[in-house]
């Protein structure tokens, strides 16, 4: 074969591996767009809520602040709007189509608003997971009443309030105030971004020290024997041990020998934080390899000792991909749920939680614990929360990518 053949076959094999590479680009951005795309069609009806304005009546009545009976002033509200409907079994169907946190969404306005006692105002309540379901997708009418979520006359109902132009539909703020609840209309994620945020904490605190001070110590003091050798083949072991081996860790060392309280972002990030040290460990010793050798010829020609060759010249060099290794491995830890389900934080918490020792739950957990809840309004919530750890996660990535650019250095 000539040259000018070898040289045109050469040509045609890079060209063929951009084309291949390219292909491979452009496969995965088609496949990003289609999952976000999926996910954000899913979620739109999350988004939105379906209520009635309704007029409370607290003028003219002597008001109790402390035994104020907001169920019950509800339940009087919304049967006006029926007062053919006497009957225990009516009354039960009737109220069946309104949420039943709106007695919590009145205290908290009375508390929030204090004027609005002994007085009438308006209050937007909301419909049920249900009836929000019914204004959303409609309901098939031919399917028998035992197959359909709503009778026949509480689809009157429904209708009616349509036909009177009582419907409103409102952006859901729920969805992003609310902690986690078992009807889906008023269930949030606040309380599972802020046990996140309180996890990856903790996380943060406890590996990012350790773990680069543990590669400085191999990379640059340990002597290179057995001990040392056994150390590192373990460390690279256990960035690729599944991270429900970590879970079962915590369980038996942080709950069962150490007694700390089940659910916690405490031991959540404790055992998010073994699972990150592999990581920081491997990415802060490939950043110190990767300082040029001259840097620490350099320092110590001028009299430099180790210890400030390491801390003061390679240390900051370093320090780009020490955090972009850092945060990479945050981001494995945020969305990880399997190790948070061994130690609790599966349990369905309402509360905000205030610290880190409070009950808590996760947001990629969150997302498992919706969607396996069997009400279908859940589906669209499952999507909007998975959206919502997306573009933390996004955000992460991209702190990343901005750290490793103000940081970097060029040689």
Known sequence: ?????????????????????????????????????????????????????????????????????????????????????????????????????????????????ESLYEKNFNFYILFSDDADLFYKFGIDKNLPENERRLNDQEILWLEGFQEKGLVEKKFSSNLFTNGDSREPEIAGVLGAVIGSMYTILITLIISFPIGVLAAIYLESFASKNRITDFIEVNIN?????????????????????????????????????????????????????????????????????EMQVVFQHILPAALPGILTGTIIGLARAFGESAPLLLIGMVAFVVDIPQSVMDPATALPVQVYIWADSPERAFVAKTSAATLVLIFLLIIINLAAVILRKKYELKW
């Not at 000018?4 to 951005?29: C, D, N, V």
């Not at 942080?254 to 990581?279: D, E, K, Q, Y």
């Open 1 to 113: 074969m000539t040259d000018k053949a070898l040289t045109l076959k050469r040509k045609f094999a890079e060209t063929r591996f951009k084309i291949y590479g390219l292909a491979s680009l452009f496969l995965a951005m088609v496949m990003l767009v289609v999952i976000i795309s999926s996910m954000t069609y899913r979620s739109i009806p999350a988004f939105t809520n379906y209520g009635i304005n309704l007029e409370i009546k607290l003028a003219n009545e002597f008001i109790d602040k402390d035994d104020l009976d907001y169920r019950g002033i509800i339940r009087e509200t919304i049967f006006s709007l029926d007062s053919e409907c006497d009957d225990r079994k009516c009354r039960r169907s009737f109220s069946k189509l309104f949420s039943s946190g709106a007695a919590y969404d009145l205290r908290d306005a009375l508390e929030e608003d």
């Open 237 to 305: 072991n256990l960035a690729a041990v599944p991270s429900i081996v970590f879970g079962l860790l915590g369980l038996a060392l942080f709950i069962n020998f150490f007694g700390m309280p089940r659910s916690a972002p405490l031991v959540g990030g404790c055992v998010l934080s073994l699972m990150t040290l592999p990581v920081i460990i491997i990415a802060t010793r490939a950043s110190l390899q990767s300082v040029p050798p001259s840097i620490r010829e350099a320092a110590l020609a001028m009299g430099a000792s």
